[in-house]
């Protein structure tokens, strides 16, 4: 799944970011490393997302929630 | 961007490699100088206002629409010491122009202290958040691994605390190998330890530690060494900066996983995982921001309260200033005028020095003071929207919105607000990060239908569609929105075809008290600004229309004349001269063409320029008089062939889209630049033509 269908106010693991080594590094750059890093899906707007990464919350658009794909914390990788 | 000693004491500051032609600005040298460097609303800018008081000023970048706050910091030893605010970026590997002014002067800094050495006196202060140590973290490793010597300022402990995730300074003073000042600015705290620091690194550059990830770049369980001295003198970190900027998108990804994996170190060492900086007991703790989220980011409640904010927004810009406005303006035709033309009646000054301080001089200051309270008011809402926190959830929740214009969500702010005046529109576009952003947003509000167009429109549509009139204002509302969304789509097809709108990723800032103390200082800076850089421009062009309607042609009369007909004069001439222009839009009539002269100078002339042009009393506001009435009725008849109601919809189209007000003229140049404003207003005028001509020649056909 990717952050834009994940359940509200559940937590994640941050599997991979979809895009251009560009786009990935940017993605990275605000801390969004694959399998580093658990993230807690504050609230929507649509299929936008709010997370809460540490102490930060970053928005997504629909269009960037969709390339960052996620499972579930403490389930297994399908 | 340079930061380069010219050698006679100043320094320049300049995009690029400084050299003949590059434009700069010098600064006064007295020995250091800072660059200040941090995430977007980590406090950077709170603590330069701190340092600088109102010792600052707003630098344009050269050869971008990048501007940046510079400022003198006068230190307790009284040395005088140059800090640079630069823009907020989450990296060195800029996306932005903003980002990559950040980046260029971090880069710049660093060649200069390779070259000049300990000599340099060059430094740069990071910002840290404490509340986000591990994004912010990234950055700074960036600028230490850039050469440029580093003193941390740690920002937001306080509200660390009260989230129970305090950071303790001196523990990550060690992990850092440079020292961390603790500081809040918002409470004056921090600037003496700052200082002290500063001086310390500046003396010793060499007691910075060096990072692990220095001497074992693909380690990423690399050790911290928590027992160093930092004033120990070691051997300077190798100047890598090189690097940073040059190495393709993957080797920088797998840099930021080295160096994300440092950071983690770093964490580890100074806050071990059960006090929490990861999502897992983030999630365990909401903070008060976490809940007002919840509520302001649901479409239930979010968009209401959204609403409301731009509707207040706009109220207040149009509404509450309004009497304000009106009553300055009477000060000024009022008590003002009469004393001064009282003492030049005394001094027995002639009739044309009379008329040029009335109604050349003085008119034109008075235009300037009576913009100053909606220019407060408008600089007040934005400090108050970002300084809260919500201007970004403002942009979360417009996105979908601007994306048809290939705008950020925050554009939307701008462009509301200039429905009701195009000036402090163009001001807050300040709000949106991203410069090319900025500029198409700057160039799409003139097409925004002020108030003072609504003037136009009432007039002409009570004439020549009487009964429709509300309809026809309806309509010219939605031209006006027709207008934006074709230029916007024109732009990016053009000059902005580069521009890229990556989908929205934006970081949401806690929610906090504005700074009221910092409120009215911030907003007095910001209005003697606008005063001063816009008024020049404002001064000149009154005095430039005072002198065309002063200036005889006939013969008959003298200079400043002031019962000379307007069509005596050179204005009259000028206006003369023009209509013909006008004719394949229907309205080739001298009358018309002068009030579009003067809509030039305020559109709430253009009625009254038509009743003098007439040689009668303006009109009463909301009022269509039958003498004013039945003359635009014969010179539309007359001019159009026939088709007045059609020449009226096509002059009404003109009027919305041709140059804004000077004072929007005078805004635009100082935000972007005389050449980009002049292809602004050029490009209107004639896109203005081209509609209403298009508009009535293809009317005519159906008629």
Same mark, same amino acid.
């Given at each position: 799944?990717?952050?834009?269908?994940?359940?509200?106010?559940?937590?994640?693991?941050?599997?991979?970011?979809?895009?251009?080594?560009?786009?990935?590094?940017?993605?990275?750059?605000?801390?969004?490393?694959?399998? /580093?890093?658990?993230?807690?899906? +504050?609230? =929507?707007?649509? @299929? *936008?997302?709010?997370?809460?990464?540490?102490?930060?919350?970053?928005?997504?658009?629909?269009?960037?929630? /969709?390339?960052?794909?996620?499972? +579930?914390? =403490?389930?297994? @990788? *399908? | 961007?340079?930061?380069?000693?010219?050698?006679?004491?100043?320094?320049?500051?300049?995009?690029?490699?400084?050299?003949?032609?590059?434009?700069?600005?010098?600064?006064?040298?007295?020995?250091?100088?800072?660059?200040?460097?941090?995430?977007?609303?980590?406090?950077?800018?709170?603590?330069?206002?701190?340092?600088?008081?109102?010792?600052?000023?707003?630098?344009?970048?050269?050869?971008?629409?990048?501007?940046?706050?510079?400022?003198?910091?006068?230190?307790?030893?009284?040395?005088?010491?140059?800090?640079?605010?630069?823009?907020?970026?989450?990296?060195?590997?800029?996306?932005?122009?903003?980002?990559?002014?950040?980046?260029?002067?971090?880069?710049?800094?660093?060649?200069?202290?390779?070259?000049?050495?300990?000599?340099?006196?060059?430094?740069?202060?990071?910002?840290?958040?404490?509340?986000?140590?591990?994004?912010?973290?990234?950055?700074?490793?960036?600028?230490?691994?850039?050469?440029?010597?580093?003193?941390?300022?740690?920002?937001?402990?306080?509200?660390?605390?009260?989230?129970?995730?305090?950071?303790?300074?001196?523990?990550?003073?060690?992990?850092?190998?440079?020292?961390?000042?603790?500081?809040?600015?918002?409470?004056?705290?921090?600037?003496?330890?700052?200082?002290?620091?500063?001086?310390?690194?500046?003396?010793?550059?060499?007691?910075?530690?060096?990072?692990?990830?220095?001497?074992?770049?693909?380690?990423?369980?690399?050790?911290?060494?928590?027992?160093?001295?930092?004033?120990?003198?070691?051997?300077?970190?190798?100047?890598?900066?090189?690097?940073?900027?040059?190495?393709?998108?993957?080797?920088?990804?797998?840099?930021?996983?080295?160096?994300?994996?440092?950071?983690?170190?770093?964490?580890?060492?100074?806050?071990?995982?059960?006090?929490?900086?990861?999502?897992?007991?983030?999630?365990?703790?909401?903070?008060?921001?976490?809940?007002?989220?919840?509520?302001?980011?649901?479409?239930?409640?979010?968009?209401?309260?959204?609403?409301?904010?731009?509707?207040?927004?706009?109220?207040?810009?149009?509404?509450?200033?309004?009497?304000?406005?009106?009553?300055?303006?009477?000060?000024?035709?009022?008590?003002?005028?009469?004393?001064?033309?009282?003492?030049?009646?005394?001094?027995?000054?002639?009739?044309?020095?009379?008329?040029?301080?009335?109604?050349?001089?003085?008119?034109?200051?008075?235009?300037?003071?009576?913009?100053?309270?909606?220019?407060?008011?408008?600089?007040?809402?934005?400090?108050?929207?970002?300084?809260?926190?919500?201007?970004?959830?403002?942009?979360?929740?417009?996105?979908?919105?601007?994306?048809?214009?290939?705008?950020?969500?925050?554009?939307?702010?701008?462009?509301?607000?200039?429905?009701?005046?195009?000036?402090?529109?163009?001001?807050?576009?300040?709000?949106?990060?991203?410069?090319?952003?900025?500029?198409?947003?700057?160039?799409?509000?003139?097409?925004?239908?002020?108030?003072?167009?609504?003037?136009?429109?009432?007039?002409?549509?009570?004439?020549?569609?009487?009964?429709?009139?509300?309809?026809?204002?309806?309509?010219?509302?939605?031209?006006?929105?027709?207008?934006?969304?074709?230029?916007?789509?024109?732009?990016?097809?053009?000059?902005?075809?580069?521009?890229?709108?990556?989908?929205?990723?934006?970081?949401?800032?806690?929610?906090?008290?504005?700074?009221?103390?910092?409120?009215?200082?911030?907003?007095?800076?910001?209005?003697?600004?606008?005063?001063?850089?816009?008024?020049?421009?404002?001064?000149?062009?009154?005095?430039?229309?005072?002198?065309?309607?002063?200036?005889?042609?006939?013969?008959?009369?003298?200079?400043?004349?002031?019962?000379?007909?307007?069509?005596?004069?050179?204005?009259?001439?000028?206006?003369?001269?023009?209509?013909?222009?006008?004719?394949?839009?229907?309205?080739?009539?001298?009358?018309?063409?002068?009030?579009?002269?003067?809509?030039?100078?305020?559109?709430?002339?253009?009625?009254?320029?038509?009743?003098?042009?007439?040689?009668?009393?303006?009109?009463?506001?909301?009022?269509?008089?039958?003498?004013?009435?039945?003359?635009?009725?014969?010179?539309?008849?007359?001019?159009?062939?026939?088709?007045?109601?059609?020449?009226?919809?096509?002059?009404?189209?003109?009027?919305?889209?041709?140059?804004?007000?000077?004072?929007?003229?005078?805004?635009?140049?100082?935000?972007?630049?005389?050449?980009?404003?002049?292809?602004?207003?050029?490009?209107?005028?004639?896109?203005?033509?081209?509609?209403?001509?298009?508009?009535?020649?293809?009317?005519?056909?159906?008629?």
């Amino acid at each position: 799944m990717n952050l834009s269908n994940c359940p509200l106010d559940s937590t994640v693991t941050v599997l991979y970011v979809e895009g251009t080594p560009a786009q990935q590094l940017r993605y990275a750059e605000m801390g969004l490393l694959p399998g /580093s890093t658990a993230a807690a899906i +504050l609230s =929507g707007f649509g @299929r *936008r997302r709010v997370i809460k990464l540490g102490a930060e919350r970053i928005a997504f658009a629909p269009e960037a929630a /969709s390339k960052v794909h996620v499972q +579930l914390a =403490g389930s297994a @990788r *399908r | 961007m340079t930061c380069h000693d010219t050698g006679d004491g100043s320094v320049q500051v300049g995009a690029g490699a400084a050299g003949a032609g590059a434009a700069t600005a010098t600064l006064p040298l007295t020995g250091r100088q800072i660059i200040l460097v941090g995430r977007p609303n980590v406090g950077k800018s709170t603590l330069f206002n701190l340092l600088t008081g109102s010792h600052q000023k707003t630098m344009n970048v050269p050869r971008t629409t990048v501007s940046v706050e510079v400022g003198t910091w006068a230190l307790a030893t009284g040395e005088r010491v140059s800090i640079t605010d630069l823009p907020g970026t989450y990296s060195l590997n800029p996306t932005s122009p903003d980002e990559e002014v950040t980046a260029h002067a971090v880069d710049d800094c660093a060649r200069e202290i390779a070259a000049a050495g300990a000599d340099s006196h060059r430094l740069a202060v990071v910002v840290l958040d404490a509340t986000a140590l591990g994004s912010s973290l990234y950055l700074y490793a960036q600028t230490r691994l850039s050469g440029v010597p580093v003193v941390v300022a740690l920002s937001m402990n306080d509200m660390a605390a009260a989230s129970g995730t305090s950071v303790d300074p001196e523990r990550l003073a060690r992990a850092l190998g440079a020292p961390v000042v603790p500081i809040n600015p918002r409470l004056g705290r921090g600037a003496a330890e700052l200082e002290a620091a500063l001086d310390r690194v500046d003396r010793a550059p060499s007691g910075l530690i060096p990072l692990p990830i220095f001497d074992d770049p693909a380690a990423t369980s690399s050790t911290v060494n928590p027992g160093a001295d930092p004033a120990a003198g070691v051997s300077p970190p190798e100047a890598s900066h090189s690097g940073v900027s040059r190495l393709e998108a993957d080797e920088e990804l797998e840099r930021a996983h080295r160096l994300f994996g440092w950071v983690r170190e770093v964490l580890e060492h100074i806050q071990p995982a059960d006090e929490g900086q990861d999502g897992s007991s983030a999630k365990g703790r909401a903070t008060p921001s976490d809940r007002l989220d919840r509520f302001l980011l649901r479409p239930l409640y979010g968009i209401p309260v959204f609403l409301a904010v731009l509707w207040a927004t706009f109220q207040l810009t149009t509404t509450i200033s309004g009497p304000i406005q009106d009553w300055l303006e009477g000060l000024v035709t009022g008590p003002l005028t009469s004393g001064v033309s009282g003492l030049l009646e005394l001094a027995s000054a002639p009739r044309w020095l009379m008329s040029l301080t009335v109604d050349g001089l003085i008119a034109g200051v008075g235009t300037v003071v009576s913009f100053l309270p909606l220019m407060a008011i408008i600089f007040t809402m934005i400090f108050l929207l970002e300084d809260s926190g919500y201007l970004a959830r403002v942009a979360v929740m417009a996105d979908r919105a601007m994306q048809s214009l290939g705008l950020d969500g925050r554009a939307v702010l701008p462009l509301v607000i200039g429905f009701g005046c195009n000036i402090p529109a163009l001001t807050a576009t300040k709000t949106i990060p991203d410069a090319r952003q900025r500029l198409l947003t700057g160039l799409l509000i003139p097409y925004s239908s002020c108030t003072a167009r609504l003037v136009i429109y009432l007039l002409l549509a009570s004439v020549f569609f009487p009964g429709h009139a509300g309809t026809v204002v309806f309509a010219m509302y939605i031209v006006s929105a027709l207008v934006i969304l074709g230029v916007a789509y024109a732009l990016r097809k053009t000059a902005f075809h580069s521009l890229v709108r990556e989908p929205l990723v934006i970081v949401l800032p806690a929610y906090q008290t504005p700074r009221f103390g910092s409120l009215g200082r911030a907003v007095a800076l910001r209005c003697s600004g606008f005063a001063r850089r816009a008024g020049v421009v404002i001064l000149a062009l009154s005095m430039g229309v005072w002198t065309l309607m002063a200036i005889p042609v006939d013969g008959e009369h003298a200079i400043g004349d002031m019962d000379m007909p307007v069509q005596s004069s050179l204005f009259g001439a000028a206006s003369s001269a023009i209509a013909p222009i006008f004719e394949p839009a229907g309205f080739g009539d001298w009358h018309i063409s002068a009030s579009l002269i003067t809509g030039f100078v305020a559109k709430e002339a253009v009625v009254g320029t038509l009743a003098t042009t007439y040689g009668m009393d303006e009109p009463a506001e909301g009022a269509a008089p039958r003498d004013l009435s039945e003359q635009l009725h014969a010179t539309f008849d007359a001019s159009s062939g026939g088709y007045p109601a059609l020449a009226a919809a096509a002059f009404m189209v003109f009027c919305l889209v041709y140059t804004p007000c000077m004072v929007t003229v005078a805004e635009q140049k100082r935000l972007f630049g005389a050449k980009i404003t002049a292809g602004s207003v050029g490009g209107s005028i004639l896109l203005a033509w081209l509609l209403a001509v298009g508009i009535f020649q293809i009317g005519r056909l159906f008629l």
